[in-house]
């Protein structure tokens, strides 16, 4: 049983003149904790750094983009550690956003982190599912 559940972080990157508006990881989380009574945090795991927006980018641009870009709060780490963490996304596309955010909270001392995510994007072309 999962004792806490921690959306990525949405992106406030007004330094390259866009936001997201609208939070659909959050979202999902919210619906979540509803259903099955899972606490949900959304403010332990934050954007420490601004990052471009990943959909003009390949796989590794995407992966040296995030990378260092989460980080637990410090006021937040009691919360995190020990605990068996979900992190909550609404795409997973290549995976660096969610393995970034992963990171964090296991250096942040997380006894698991597993990623939940509502939907996925596959390239056919090159993997099949």
């Known amino acids: 049983m999962y004792t806490i559940a921690q959306h990525c972080p949405t992106l ?5 003149g ?4 609208y939070n659909q990881s959050g979202a999902l989380a919210r619906a979540i904790e509803r259903q099955i009574g899972v606490k949900v945090t959304s403010e332990a ?3 420490v750094r601004p990052t471009q927006q990943q959909i003009v980018l390949s796989r590794s641009q995407r992966a040296s983009n995030v990378q260092g870009a989460f980080k637990v709060a410090a006021d937040r780490t009691a919360e995190i550690q020990g605990r068996r963490i979900v992190l909550i996304d609404d795409v997973l596309t290549s995976g660096a956003t969610a393995d970034a955010c992963a990171r964090a909270l296991l250096r942040a001392k997380a006894a698991q982190v597993d990623v939940l995510v509502f939907a996925r994007v596959v390239d056919t072309h090159k993997a099949p599912i």
């Open 12 to 16: 406030h990157n007004t330094a390259f």
């Open 18 to 21: 866009w936001s997201r508006r």
């Open 45 to 47: 795991l934050r954007r």
